[in-house]
């Protein structure tokens, strides 16, 4: 049994011998064979072994390009999309890089000054344009009428017809005047308006109104109390939400406030006017302007009872009261006066040169693409207490 068994495994083994011989000579024919075929084709081998490494890279290349796409349909993406999505990150900012202007220091300047005398749903309306007041800040550079010196600044608006893109229409002009002074002009308000029968003036705080002093951008960072500041403005704490907790008449006062300024070196216009307002109360109202230099009671009445704005029978009384306003122009007219020369008798002399070297400056916004052009709408005067200004920008 062994020996059969012996025999049969060297017969398997000649056999194994035999095959691989043969794979090994069948391997030297084929080899032959391509070399005879390249040259016979004129090629020769190691090209076409060359030939044969690029198109087995490039079916690879192919493969792996195939690959991020099946990737893409299965919502996976490939590493190679994350690298390109972050170059193109970095070359971004390269191609179109953004710029934004410096502010300047004195840009939101007008805009911190409060618009007295504006109406509440009005203030809005100021600032839907873009208005340019370059020429208030260069007012405070080197060589402008207000460097190095201590201004105080108050806002108003004055409703003008004016043309911008194509059409004309009203428009609250905002308007800047600056006050040159050592000290503030005047820490009252004044209330007039053509409905009331006479002029009130109260402290700016009753109107919750007070001068504080502006600080420029670059300064914004310090603390209040080390800069000396040169700028004051004149600012309103009134909320706007606050206003339906008031009543109408609280209301109406802001809208009727004008800047209060009393100079005593010149004569007011009030003490030489021989102008009253007259609001006689009858049912309608009769308003009228009585001049007692030109006008008599008695032909104002006739004209209107004439015209129908005076019922007959209140004639006697009309020209009772119309005297009776007279009198009463009269006196304030004298006690004007009065207070002026007191006034000026009080005053120390610092005060008084410190009066008579105020100046008034009036700036108007300038002309730009973004606002109407309000350059035929400019006028000096200010208000019946400043009167008119030294300059207007």
Known sequence: MRKGTKRKAREVGGKKGKSKEEEKASSQEQTATTEETTNKNGEPAQAQAQTQTQSAAEQSESVQKEEPKNNDKEGEPSKDVKRGAKRAKIAKPQTGTEYFPDKRNLEDLWQEVFPVGTEWDQIDMVYQYKWNFSNLEDAFEEGGELHGKKVYLFGC????????????????IPVVVAVVSPFPP???????????EAEEILPMKQMKMDWVPYIPLENRESQVERLKSQIFILRCTQRRAG???????????????????????????????????ILFPT???VFC????????????????????????????????????KVR???????????????????????AKAAFQSMKFYKFYPMPSPDAPDVSQVKSPFINRYYGKAHKVF
């Open 157 to 172: 608006t004055e409703p003008q017809l004016v043309y911008f893109q194509g059409q004309s229409k009203v428009t609250c």
């Open 186 to 196: 005047s820490d009252k308000i004044g209330i007039n308006s053509v409905q009331r």
């Open 243 to 277: 206003l339906k907790h008031l009543k109408l008449e609280r209301v109406k006062k802001f809208e009727y406030c004008l800047p209060y300024f009393y100079q005593p070196f010149a004569e007011d216009e009030l003490e030489q006017s021989t102008i009253v307002q």
């Open 283 to 285: 049912e309608p109202p």
């Open 289 to 324: 302007e009585f001049d007692w230099e030109f006008d008599e009671p008695e032909e104002m009445a006739d004209k209107l009872v004439e015209a129908e704005e005076l019922a007959a029978d209140k004639k006697d009384e009309f020209m009772e009261f119309v005297k009776e």
């Open 328 to 350: 009463e122009g009269k006196k304030n007219n004298r006690e004007a006066r009065e207070a002026r020369k007191k006034a000026i008798q009080e005053m120390s002399e610092e």
